[in-house]
């Protein structure tokens, strides 16, 4: 069985995630978390905002509404180019994006994607027959060959590409004079561009500085596929730090533009390291010249090998002041930030007062950091995904497979379970059941669970990826002691029950 579907079947059977509207047959793109995915969620997304905003002084958070006016959008150029190229196999009627089709390689399929957006801008007065020859003549001109269809492997008609724009289009009020158009957000940072002004009065904070966001981005995707990785309504985790341009950055002896994007890139992959991503299962790909936006210095994806292969995990932008500039012009409110210290430290290296004002009041330059919710739980899931025997022959039974998720502790959806050994020493009363209301009072995500066997109880927690199982056991009674299991190592250690939470909390702390 392929990775990927035991993972969806996990998901699925454990309650981590499944189809939203799965009883009505589905909606592509879209996924509901359930009891243990939430929790997955949740941890995934408290680390991210412990390791960006937290622990820094220097970064702080927004929580902004998931639907704007045109207005923030068309600035954005989301409106007017947030368009992918679609085109139709005449022969099958599949619908394709054009960098999904059979190519080469990966880099052939990113090249098909710049040069037909390109080549759709340049021909728009070629219709019909005409346009469909010029256009996969010339795409055959530019890769080599023309690509097949993907699912069959092989050459098939496809019609010439169209724009399609990914943007969730909402009517906001009552239909008539007074409605309104507005716009699912189709990324989390554009609010905190408009909201740069707000955000850095309200906190005080000066140049450099960063402000983060978790919450859903929208988009209308041609072809959600492989499960969380491609989703129509998604969870972004961004952060927007906000540097001097390089023009202020070199009199002022501060770090350039690239090297905060250099700095963000090494914070972003130490955080993997954090969350044991194992490092083969990473890399970085820096965005060729032809694939950077006109504005932006550098741009590179963090790419993890997801079962299907390697793809995008995060991206790590330098934005330049585009994206201040656009808010800027488009709402006519001047976003510009005056900086009393670059100002102050120009006028002490000699220059005139009036020219270190103007040249200490600009716009600052953003390096980004965005990742998604949804594919940070995928790769977790697929890194933590683990299969042994070693349990079920130590325990002198049949070998089959016992299916351990090796999360990181802080990750794992469960902390910890407790087992009493017999329904004898289970119920509301037992000394069992308050040692698990202890952990929860600690703080500690636990379940207790005193159906079948042992070694069920270990399966079932194993597979969720449940870090420690607590027995208790008839001795507990009289030594008030309990065994604690280790789900990696397989230890097990006879612990006192009054320091079973704080043991549980230290080991969560230095995991
Ligand atoms: N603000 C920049 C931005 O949105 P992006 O490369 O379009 O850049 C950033 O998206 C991240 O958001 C991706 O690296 C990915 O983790 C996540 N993401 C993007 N589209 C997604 C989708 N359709 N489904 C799930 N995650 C997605």
């Known amino acids: ?52 905003v937290r622990r820094r002084d220097n970064v702080v958070g927004l929580d902004s509404a998931c639907i704007g006016p045109e207005a923030v959008w068309v600035a954005s150029g989301h409106v007017g180019a947030f368009n992918d190229a679609l085109i139709d196999d005449k022969n099958s009627k599949e619908r394709f994006r054009i960098d999904q089709l059979q190519y080469q390689s990966e880099d052939d399929a990113e090249k098909a994607e710049v040069f037909t957006l390109q080549w759709l801008g340049e021909n728009q007065s070629l219709s019909g027959q005409e346009a469909e020859t010029a256009f996969w003549d010339a795409l055959k001109g530019h890769i080599g060959y023309y690509p097949n269809n993907p699912n069959t492997g092989k050459p098939s008609r496809f019609t010439v590409p169209r724009q399609f724009n990914l943007m969730f289009k909402q009517q906001i009020g009552a239909t008539g004079e007074g409605a309104q158009t507005g716009y699912l957000r189709a990324e989390t940072c554009q609010p905190i561009f ?169 716009l600052p330059v953003c390096i980004e950091t965005s990742v998604g919710q949804g594919r940070t739980f995928l790769a977790l899931l697929a890194a933590a995904y683990d299969e042994d025997l070693q349990e079920t022959q130590h325990e002198g039974k049949e070998a089959d497979v016992r299916i351990v998720l090796r999360f990181h502790p802080r990750i794992a959806p469960v902390k910890a379970a407790v087992f009493p050994l017999s329904k004898k020493l289970s119920g509301e009363g037992s000394a069992s059941y308050a040692l698990y209301r202890e952990l929860i009072d600690a703080g500690l995500t636990a379940e207790f669970d005193d159906a079948g066997s042992i070694g069920k109880r270990y399966r079932r927690q194993d597979e969720i990826g449940t870090p420690w199982c607590i027995t208790y056991d008839f001795e507990s009674e009289t030594d008030s002691a309990v065994t604690i299991r280790d789900r990696d190592s397989l230890a097990q250690d006879r612990v006192a029950i009054n320091d079973v939470p704080d043991l549980l909390l230290s080991k969560l702390r230095s995991a």
């Open 1 to 52: 069985m392929q990775l990927m579907d035991k993972l969806t079947g996990l998901c699925k059977r454990r309650g981590f995630v499944f189809p939203n509207a799965d009883i009505y047959s589905g909606l592509a793109g879209f996924w509901d978390y359930g009891p243990l995915g939430v929790e997955l969620a949740r941890n995934i997304e408290a680390f991210w905002w412990d390791y960006m």
């Open 194 to 362: 408009v909201d740069f002004e707000s955000t850095r009065i309200g906190s005080r904070s000066k140049v450099p500085f960063g402000i983060a966001q978790i919450g859903k981005a929208f988009r209308n995707e041609i072809n959600p596929r492989n499960f969380l990785f491609r989703a129509r309504e998604f969870t972004q985790m961004e952060m927007e730090f906000f540097v001097r341009p390089d023009e202020v950055a070199s009199q002022t002896g501060d770090k350039s533009t690239m090297d905060w994007y250099d700095y963000w890139l090494e914070q972003r992959m130490s955080y993997y390291k954090a969350l044991r991503v194992p490092d083969h299962r990473l890399k970085i790909a820096p965005h060729p010249p032809e694939k950077l936006a006109h504005y932006a210095k550098a741009a590179c994806d963090i790419q993890f090998e997801f079962p299907f292969g390697w793809g995008e995990l995060e991206g790590v932008h330098h934005r330049g002041d585009y994206d201040l500039r656009q808010h800027q012009q488009h709402s006519g409110k001047n976003l510009s930030y005056y900086d009393d210290e670059a100002e102050a430290a120009l006028v002490a290296s000699g220059m005139d007062k009036a020219e270190a004002r103007k040249l200490a009041t600009y």
